[in-house]
């Protein structure tokens, strides 16, 4: 046998021993402890140092049967308060502040054998006295042996209610900055990564945006408003139905005159509505000359041209209403 063989036998002995020296604690092996400060100390559940003490919280899958050690701190401080006829409570929720390597604190937030053992405990003793019990990850690791055996670091800690309280609040509170800030980190190095481009590629960019400033800026086409034209029918049809609407209503009979001149003017046009409209718009014309003063006032011998316009439509277009108001006239 080697010196390196005994040295393996050892410390497999040793761990042995610290597995069966767990497994035998019970509430009558701690009920003469004076404090759960005592028993943190008599029992090694922290290191010799104090400082955080290591313990299995997953032993792989080749020794999946085997009895998780993180939930051990719980367990023997839940055993003293039972012991003094206590009720052992969560009053804290632990947040793993702790733990610094973001990785590590993610790792050992999907384990149930440490979120179970971890946070701050209340203790009610029968007696009235009461105390509470920090129990927090530090941190984590994987032993090299090839076993899949991973440990954790826990710190287990007296508080009063106080110490507690402000330790809790700022460590969620720092929890959460530290993952928005990790979130924001890590969406900052994707950004870089998608964004990052040889330097060819620089190259090329950089060209294209110069021919981008000097290219002319072409001129829009000026948008110009789309006016209707319409034909001479439509515009002496227009004259004549306003100049018909104004002199019948008894308002602005000289616009309106001055409208069926326009509209007489035009002519007879091709049109189904030709005609009528020019021999209409003639009839309208006579009689502003003969029924309008401020119309006929214009001219100096308003009837005379008015019987001209009637006998032109009674003798060329057959019209009755201008052979009847040319009796009339004479």
């Not at 049809?237 to 035009?266: E, H, T």
Request: charged share 20%; aromatic share 8%; with cysteine.
């Amino acid at each position: 046998m080697n010196f390196r063989t005994l040295i393996l036998i050892g410390g497999v002995g040793i761990a042995l021993h610290g597995c069966t020296s767990i497994d035998s604690f019970n509430s009558d092996s701690v009920k003469n402890f004076t404090s759960p400060q005592e028993l943190i100390v008599q029992k090694n559940i922290n290191a010799v140092n104090g400082r955080a003490k290591e313990y299995v919280y997953s032993w792989g899958a080749k020794q999946s049967n085997k009895e998780i050690q993180s939930l051990y701190p719980r367990k023997y401080l839940n055993s003293y308060c039972s012991a003094k006829g206590g009720k052992f409570s969560l009053l804290h929720k632990s947040s793993m502040s702790l733990v610094k390597n973001q990785w590590d604190k993610k790792l050992l937030s999907t384990y149930s054998s440490v979120k179970q053992g971890i946070g701050a405990y209340k203790c009610v003793q029968s007696d009235g006295q009461s105390w509470i019990v920090s129990i927090e990850p530090v941190s984590e690791r994987k032993l090299d042996d090839g076993s899949g055996t991973r440990m954790v670091a826990l710190q287990t800690k007296i508080m009063t209610a106080g110490d507690a309280q402000k330790f809790y609040s700022s460590a969620n509170s720092s929890n959460n900055s530290a993952a928005k800030k990790t979130t924001v980190n890590n969406q900052t190095a994707k950004n870089t990564a998608s964004k990052a481009v040889t330097p060819k590629e620089v190259e090329v960019k950089k060209e294209v945006e110069t021919k981008k400033e000097t290219k002319p800026t072409p001129e829009l086409p000026v948008k110009r408003s789309v006016q209707v034209v319409e034909t001479p029918q439509q515009q002496q049809l227009k004259y004549y139905v306003a100049a018909r609407r104004d002199l019948n209503s008894g308002k602005n009979q000289i616009a309106a005159c001055n409208n069926a001149q326009r509209a007489y003017n035009y002519g007879k046009l091709q049109g189904t509505e030709g005609t009528k409209v020019y021999t209409e718009s003639g009839m309208v014309v006579a009689r502003c000359l003969t029924s309008v003063p401020s119309y006929s006032s214009r001219f100096a011998n308003s009837k005379a041209q008015a019987v001209k316009i009637l006998q032109n439509l009674a003798n060329n277009y057959n019209h009755a209403g201008a052979k009847n108001m040319l009796r009339q006239i004479k």
